[in-house]
Protein backbone atom coordinates (compact mmCIF):
# COMPACT_ATOMS: atom_id res chain seq x y z
CA UNK A 1 0.00 0.00 0.00
CA UNK A 2 1.50 3.24 -0.76
CA UNK A 3 2.19 5.55 2.37
CA UNK A 4 1.42 9.33 1.18
CA UNK A 5 -1.38 9.89 3.25
CA UNK A 6 0.86 10.67 6.37
CA UNK A 7 1.04 12.65 9.49
CA UNK A 8 4.10 14.68 8.27
CA UNK A 9 4.35 15.56 5.13
CA UNK A 10 7.77 15.37 3.09
CA UNK A 11 10.33 18.44 2.74
CA UNK A 12 10.08 19.47 -0.50
CA UNK A 13 12.49 21.95 -2.78
CA UNK A 14 11.74 25.10 -4.41
CA UNK A 15 12.13 22.72 -8.19
CA UNK A 16 10.38 19.96 -6.89
CA UNK A 17 6.85 22.37 -5.61
CA UNK A 18 7.42 23.83 -9.11
CA UNK A 19 7.52 20.02 -10.60
CA UNK A 20 4.71 19.44 -9.24
CA UNK A 21 2.60 22.15 -10.00
CA UNK A 22 3.17 21.66 -13.79
CA UNK A 23 1.86 18.32 -13.62
CA UNK A 24 -1.29 19.46 -12.44
CA UNK A 25 -1.21 22.27 -14.71
CA UNK A 26 -4.81 21.26 -16.94
CA UNK A 27 -5.44 22.05 -20.87
CA UNK A 28 -5.73 25.31 -21.83
CA UNK A 29 -8.70 24.10 -23.99
CA UNK A 30 -10.66 23.18 -20.58
CA UNK A 31 -10.31 26.63 -18.93
CA UNK A 32 -13.76 27.95 -20.67
CA UNK A 33 -15.35 24.33 -18.53
CA UNK A 34 -14.59 26.65 -15.18
CA UNK A 35 -16.50 30.09 -14.80
CA UNK A 36 -13.34 32.76 -14.32
CA UNK A 37 -13.13 33.76 -10.77
CA UNK A 38 -13.14 37.85 -11.87
CA UNK A 39 -17.05 36.51 -13.56
CA UNK A 40 -19.64 38.55 -11.81
CA UNK A 41 -21.54 36.58 -9.29
CA UNK A 42 -24.78 36.88 -11.25
CA UNK A 43 -23.34 35.32 -14.14
CA UNK A 44 -21.86 32.50 -12.26
CA UNK A 45 -25.27 31.75 -10.60
CA UNK A 46 -26.72 31.84 -14.58
CA UNK A 47 -24.22 29.05 -15.36
CA UNK A 48 -26.79 25.96 -15.94
CA UNK A 49 -23.80 23.50 -17.48
CA UNK A 50 -22.10 22.88 -14.28
CA UNK A 51 -21.74 19.75 -13.03
CA UNK A 52 -23.31 18.53 -9.59
CA UNK A 53 -20.98 16.81 -7.09
CA UNK A 54 -20.87 13.12 -6.63
CA UNK A 55 -21.52 13.23 -2.17
CA UNK A 56 -21.49 9.38 -2.48
CA UNK A 57 -17.79 9.50 -3.11
CA UNK A 58 -17.32 12.10 0.15
CA UNK A 59 -16.47 8.76 2.80
CA UNK A 60 -13.81 7.43 -0.56
CA UNK A 61 -10.37 6.05 1.01
CA UNK A 62 -7.65 8.80 -1.19
CA UNK A 63 -5.98 5.37 -2.18
CA UNK A 64 -8.88 4.73 -4.58
CA UNK A 65 -7.90 8.04 -6.85
CA UNK A 66 -4.22 6.94 -7.11
CA UNK A 67 -2.91 4.33 -9.15
CA UNK A 68 0.89 3.27 -9.83
CA UNK A 69 -0.24 2.32 -13.21
CA UNK A 70 0.49 4.82 -16.03
CA UNK A 71 -1.96 7.14 -17.70
CA UNK A 72 -0.92 6.41 -21.90
CA UNK A 73 -2.81 9.83 -22.55
CA UNK A 74 -2.70 13.39 -21.80
CA UNK A 75 -6.53 13.43 -22.93
CA UNK A 76 -9.76 12.52 -20.97
CA UNK A 77 -12.76 10.02 -21.63
CA UNK A 78 -15.19 11.68 -24.23
CA UNK A 79 -18.08 11.47 -21.56
CA UNK A 80 -15.45 13.15 -19.01
CA UNK A 81 -17.10 16.62 -18.96
CA UNK A 82 -20.29 15.20 -18.52
CA UNK A 83 -19.50 12.92 -15.32
CA UNK A 84 -20.26 14.45 -11.54
CA UNK A 85 -17.75 15.68 -9.68
CA UNK A 86 -16.08 14.17 -6.14
CA UNK A 87 -16.48 17.15 -3.47
CA UNK A 88 -15.08 19.72 -3.21
CA UNK A 89 -13.78 18.89 0.45
CA UNK A 90 -12.12 15.35 -1.50
CA UNK A 91 -10.42 17.12 -4.42
CA UNK A 92 -8.92 19.37 -1.84
CA UNK A 93 -7.47 16.32 0.11
CA UNK A 94 -6.53 14.69 -3.15
CA UNK A 95 -4.27 17.99 -4.15
CA UNK A 96 -2.87 18.27 -0.58
CA UNK A 97 -1.90 14.90 -0.73
CA UNK A 98 -0.51 15.01 -4.36
CA UNK A 99 3.09 16.06 -3.71
CA UNK A 100 3.46 13.00 -1.51
CA UNK A 101 1.31 10.21 -4.16
CA UNK A 102 3.82 11.03 -6.62
CA UNK A 103 6.91 10.81 -4.09
CA UNK A 104 5.63 7.24 -3.33
CA UNK A 105 5.52 6.29 -6.70
CA UNK A 106 1.91 7.24 -8.37
CA UNK A 107 2.06 7.43 -11.85
CA UNK A 108 -1.67 8.30 -12.73
CA UNK A 109 -4.90 9.33 -11.78
CA UNK A 110 -8.20 6.59 -10.43
CA UNK A 111 -11.94 7.99 -10.95
CA UNK A 112 -12.95 4.54 -8.97
CA UNK A 113 -16.54 5.19 -10.58
CA UNK A 114 -15.17 4.21 -14.24
CA UNK A 115 -12.80 2.22 -15.84
CA UNK A 116 -9.31 3.61 -17.34
CA UNK A 117 -6.43 6.07 -15.98
CA UNK A 118 -6.78 9.70 -16.45
CA UNK A 119 -4.01 12.49 -16.13
CA UNK A 120 -2.53 14.09 -12.75
CA UNK A 121 -4.27 17.43 -13.99
CA UNK A 122 -7.66 15.86 -13.56
CA UNK A 123 -6.90 16.35 -9.84
CA UNK A 124 -6.70 20.29 -10.29
CA UNK A 125 -9.50 20.52 -12.73
CA UNK A 126 -11.73 18.76 -10.37
CA UNK A 127 -10.44 21.00 -7.60
CA UNK A 128 -10.87 24.19 -9.70
CA UNK A 129 -14.57 23.13 -11.21
CA UNK A 130 -15.43 22.09 -7.85
CA UNK A 131 -14.70 25.74 -6.21
CA UNK A 132 -16.81 27.37 -8.72
CA UNK A 133 -19.36 24.98 -8.09
CA UNK A 134 -19.56 25.29 -4.20
CA UNK A 135 -19.21 28.90 -4.92
CA UNK A 136 -22.63 29.02 -7.31
CA UNK A 137 -24.35 26.84 -4.06
CA UNK A 138 -23.73 29.12 -1.53
CA UNK A 139 -24.59 32.28 -4.18
CA UNK A 140 -27.57 30.56 -5.11
CA UNK A 141 -28.92 30.24 -1.19
CA UNK A 142 -27.84 34.01 -0.42
CA UNK A 143 -29.73 35.28 -3.47
CA UNK A 144 -33.07 33.27 -2.40
CA UNK A 145 -32.55 34.57 1.27
CA UNK A 146 -32.27 37.99 -0.07
CA UNK A 147 -35.35 37.46 -2.80
CA UNK A 148 -37.30 36.50 0.60
CA UNK A 149 -36.60 39.22 2.27
CA UNK A 150 -37.02 41.83 -0.19
CA UNK A 151 -41.04 40.65 -0.57
CA UNK A 152 -42.28 42.29 2.31
CA UNK A 153 -39.54 45.02 2.55
CA UNK A 154 -40.46 48.64 3.68
CA UNK A 155 -38.72 51.43 1.11
CA UNK A 156 -35.49 51.78 2.74
CA UNK A 157 -34.43 48.08 3.31
CA UNK A 158 -35.59 47.05 -0.37
CA UNK A 159 -33.38 49.93 -1.44
CA UNK A 160 -31.02 48.27 0.54
CA UNK A 161 -31.12 44.94 -1.09
CA UNK A 162 -31.81 46.18 -4.33
CA UNK A 163 -27.99 47.87 -4.08
CA UNK A 164 -26.91 44.18 -2.88
CA UNK A 165 -28.17 42.69 -5.93
CA UNK A 166 -26.42 45.16 -8.05
CA UNK A 167 -23.58 44.52 -6.42
CA UNK A 168 -23.84 40.89 -7.63
CA UNK A 169 -23.75 41.77 -11.12
CA UNK A 170 -20.31 43.21 -10.43
CA UNK A 171 -18.07 41.73 -8.19
CA UNK A 172 -16.42 38.64 -9.08
CA UNK A 173 -17.15 35.43 -7.17
CA UNK A 174 -13.74 34.20 -6.26
CA UNK A 175 -11.66 37.04 -5.97
CA UNK A 176 -10.32 38.98 -2.60
CA UNK A 177 -11.67 42.07 -1.13
CA UNK A 178 -9.81 45.39 -0.98
CA UNK A 179 -9.20 47.48 2.08
CA UNK A 180 -9.99 46.42 6.02
CA UNK A 181 -11.59 43.74 4.74
CA UNK A 182 -8.80 42.54 2.88
CA UNK A 183 -8.48 39.28 5.12
CA UNK A 184 -12.10 37.71 3.38
CA UNK A 185 -13.33 36.50 0.11
CA UNK A 186 -15.97 37.65 -1.89
CA UNK A 187 -17.73 34.41 -1.30
CA UNK A 188 -17.53 35.57 2.64
CA UNK A 189 -19.97 37.67 2.11
CA UNK A 190 -22.24 35.28 1.43
CA UNK A 191 -22.04 34.29 4.87
CA UNK A 192 -23.64 37.53 5.91
CA UNK A 193 -26.90 37.19 3.87
CA UNK A 194 -28.62 34.57 5.58
CA UNK A 195 -30.34 34.46 9.38
CA UNK A 196 -27.58 32.29 10.72
CA UNK A 197 -25.81 33.50 13.56
CA UNK A 198 -22.48 35.20 12.07
CA UNK A 199 -19.58 33.68 12.12
CA UNK A 200 -16.60 34.93 15.06
CA UNK A 201 -13.86 34.96 12.34
CA UNK A 202 -16.07 37.54 10.61
CA UNK A 203 -16.54 39.93 12.92
CA UNK A 204 -12.83 40.15 13.66
CA UNK A 205 -12.28 40.54 10.62
Known amino acids: MNSFIQDSAIDLSLDLQQHYAHLLVFPQCYDSFIPAPHLPISALLDFTNLPPFDHSLTVADLHCFFTSEHCVTNDVPADFLDRSLPPLSLSTQLLNTFSQAYHDGVKSVKDPRFLG ?89
Open 117 to 205: NLPFWVVQYWHDLGCAIAAKERWSLARDWLSGQRENADTDLAAAIDEVFSSLRVLGWGTTLRGPAAALQVLDLAEFLSSTPMKGRFIDA
